[in-house]
């Protein structure tokens, strides 16, 4: 069985802020019971996170839903701080939306498969994000050009952001509670990733 995981990220936030707005959210979090505050070895990808607290339900669509989640070992909360590309994993990204236009560029062919051409200049941006550097390309359709994180990937696919709250195995989180994360992070607009490993 695969470790199943969600990812809130938020796509607006600057390298300066980053720090001060996770310490925010996780506060609220431990404040609110939702997560416990000391760490342990509860998640993947990184190496202690936080556990589910007694108040783990109030953030799930089903409360009442078995929490037979919360015996397994991989069911914490890891923060990420720092440039990431956010990858909801299985598949290929379909399609990828201008801000400006709102234009839809498809990525894929009908058989799933990359248009190369359509991808290349993205792949780019997406090598370059986490090494630092701000791959800005124009939208081929108006001309514009589109600062990395402002992209939008069908589905939310992928995210590019400095900050990431990553909740393994939890149940669906409601989306009541992907708002408040939302308004607590300044109102910065933010993706929900969802995907196996
Ligand atoms: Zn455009």
Redesign the pocket.
């Known amino acids: 069985m695969g470790d199943w995981f969600q990812t809130i990220v938020d796509v607006e936030v600057g390298a300066e802020d980053a720090e001060h707005f996770a310490a925010e959210v996780r506060d609220w979090l431990i404040s609110a019971g939702i997560v416990l505050s000391e760490r342990t070895d509860c998640v993947l990808g990184a190496q202690v996170g936080h556990p589910p607290g007694p108040a783990a339900g109030q953030a799930l669509e089903d409360p009442s839903e078995d929490d037979g989640w919360q015996r397994l070992w991989t069911k914490g909360l890891d923060i990420t701080v720092g440039r990431a590309v956010f990858d909801a994993g299985q598949g290929e990204v379909e399609a990828v939306t201008?801000p400006?236009?709102a234009?839809e560029l498809r990525l894929v062919d009908a058989c799933w498969q990359l248009i190369d051409e359509a991808w290349a200049p993205f792949r780019e941006v997406l090598t370059d994000w986490p090494e630092g550097l701000d791959g800005v390309i124009a939208?081929r359709?108006?001309e514009?050009p589109v600062e990395p994180t402002a992209w939008l990937w069908a589905d939310d696919h992928l995210a590019l952001g400095q900050l990431g709250f990553t909740f393994w195995n939890w149940p669906s989180l409601k989306q009541d509670f992907v708002d408040e994360i939302g308004r607590r992070l300044g109102g910065h607009r933010t993706a929900l990733l969802a995907g196996k490993l």
Do not use: P, T
């Open positions: 201008c400006h236009c234009k939208c359709f108006c514009r």
